[in-house]
């Protein structure tokens, strides 16, 4: 252990000037139970995820053993990648520093501090967007086809909130956010997703009793729909069906819905568009406006991200194409798309890569890093940068 006048030496020899420096000195030694640098890992946190360790709750990593890990606190996810320093990182129980030093008037004249570490790089974390496509397929290996059809599923999978949490690259709110994005309901403590016929006939039997009834869209009334539903579907099914396609709320100690165009003429174009390869758009059009509830109009804006439509063919064609069923890596989705089409506008490409801009993205900055502009007919255009195989 180093005598001050050992340490004042070295100072000497440094050529530091003592009058610039505090009184205390600190001298290190490697404890004997000093770990390893593997044995140590340091994270760099932001004052916002500290915040979240201060307050008492829980960071989280993600990830199997073929996916890249994440960290999640309770709303946000953030990609972990390992940042090398030239520095060498020493981990030091009880050191004080400089301000601590200079306030503490009592402080020896000397420190010996031991050291129980070391490494050479530590965890960076970077905001990115929740890894979701895993919910969706997770949840389609066993999807909710009626009552009637539990018993040929009953030895499938099946996923829990805790399950859900321990498989899926994202935070818990984000999840439950994405949940209900996809209509997913809890059947029996586990999340399941409804198959689409069937979630199409729970839709079109409240839409036939608001037919029936002369209820205004705006106003339809829960009780109602489950006295006379009731006996066709599980109630929870029929209630789960105006909350996924309409939104709640109550008058005079009543429960009602008002029911959301948009939404329903959307899935009823997409109940449409599953089996035709191309439908031509004029006869599209018309099919659907005859197939949505009366009283409730269509418009083609109501497709975005769900179907697109082809300007070039004679006559004009729309085929289906959801941007849920496309990759979730940036570069996979331009390839995808620029593999269906090998032009693009800004407005057809907009709603296919729209989820995939981040708080401090656009949809310009990523079709400037991902495509190349070209002029064709006077319209500005889009295509790949790279062959598209």
Known sequence: MRS????DATLHV???DLAELLPTAQCLSFSAQAADAGDCRLLQLEPELCAELEAGRSLVIRGDRDEHAVLCSKDKTYDMKIADTSNTL??????????QLGMNKTASNILYTQIAGFSNNYWELRRCRPKLKKLKKLLMENPYEGPDSENESSTKSKYTTEKLLDQVQASEKEIMDQLEVLKACQIEGCW???DFDYEMKLLNHVTQLIYTESWPFSKVPLSICLQELGPLEPKEMIEHILVSYGKKYTDEGETYFEMNEEKICRATAQML???AVKFSLAEFQEVWQQSVPEGMTTRQDQLKGLALVDKSSRPETISLLNVEDLPEDNQERFNSLFAIREKWTEADIAPYIQDLCSEKQTIGTLL??????SVQNGLKVYNSRRPVS
């Open 90 to 99: 020493l981990f030091i129980p009880g050191c004080e520093t400089p301000e």
């Open 273 to 275: 568009l599953q089996n």
């Open 14 to 16: 440094a050529k530091l």
């Open 192 to 194: 399941r997703i409804l």
């Open 368 to 373: 400037t890093k991902h495509a190349r502009s």
């Open 4 to 7: 001050r006048e050992e340490v």
